[in-house]
């Protein structure tokens, strides 16, 4: 292996500088999806739950107890409860995109590694043999047969690097974007639901509350027509 690796030259350490910065950046986004990693469902039904009954204080501090950008666009527009419907909407949308950055950072760095790796590996090829051919008296035929097969090993073996370390890092890129993808409707959707959910409860308790207003003016009139008849 060592042997092999000397073979390759100064560009396979370029290749595998890139390789190592890609496995650092997977690892790096597998632990943030772990640690942010909630209940959709289950967050969205206890925090409908919660608003519906008007307890604000209480689901603004599960918002606040709870990791990642999803229980942060809640909390945002928990934070602002007496806001018009579209108010809390525009709310909802401008925390959402700051989450996206944060959702996405360094994922893009999978595909410029896997970008760059097999093109290293090609460069790598096309110099050492370059090089092969600016050795005198190659032109007249008169390069050794070991000569002409380490050459051609060195070539091989750059693209082959290139080539076989850029494949699992573009596999890495498309399941890491389209994990964020996911992430980033669910934090959306949590957004949206939630404005609806204060809109709508806000709603209902006006319309209970004007309902309930006649009622007291029927008993209060039933009442007061009880004691003229005394």
């Known amino acids: 292996m060592s042997e092999m690796i000397a073979t390759m030259g100064p560009m396979f350490w370029l290749i595998l500088f890139f390789s190592v910065l890609a496995l650092a950046v997977l690892a790096e986004r597998l632990f943030y999806f772990h640690r942010i990693s909630i209940n959709s469902g289950d967050f969205l039904r206890g925090l409908s739950a919660l608003l519906r009954s008007g307890q604000y204080d209480e689901c ?50 999978l595909l410029v590694c896997a970008t760059v790796m097999p093109l290293l590996g090609v460069l790598g090829t096309m110099l050492a043999l370059v090089r092969f051919y600016e050795q005198p008296g190659i032109t007249d035929g008169a390069a050794a047969a070991p000569v002409v097969a380490a050459t051609l090993q060195e070539a091989l073996l750059l693209s082959s690097a290139g080539i076989a370390l850029a494949i699992p890092a573009y596999l890495f890129y498309m399941y890491l974007a389209s994990r964020a993808r996911k992430l980033i409707n669910q934090v959306e959707r949590a957004g949206l639901e939630c404005v609806h959910i204060i809109a709508d409860a806000r709603e209902d308790a006006l319309a209970k509350k004007a309902e309930e207003q006649p009622e007291r003016r029927c008993c209060c009139k039933a009442e007061e027509e009880k004691s003229e008849e005394k």
């Open 60 to 109: 603004l501090h599960e918002a606040r107890q709870l990791p990642g950008p999803m229980a942060r666009v809640v909390e945002a527009v928990l934070s602002r409860p007496r806001l018009s419907r579209q108010e809390l909407r525009e709310i909802a949308l401008e925390a959402s995109e700051v989450e996206v950055y944060r959702i996405e950072r360094n994922v893009r760095t």
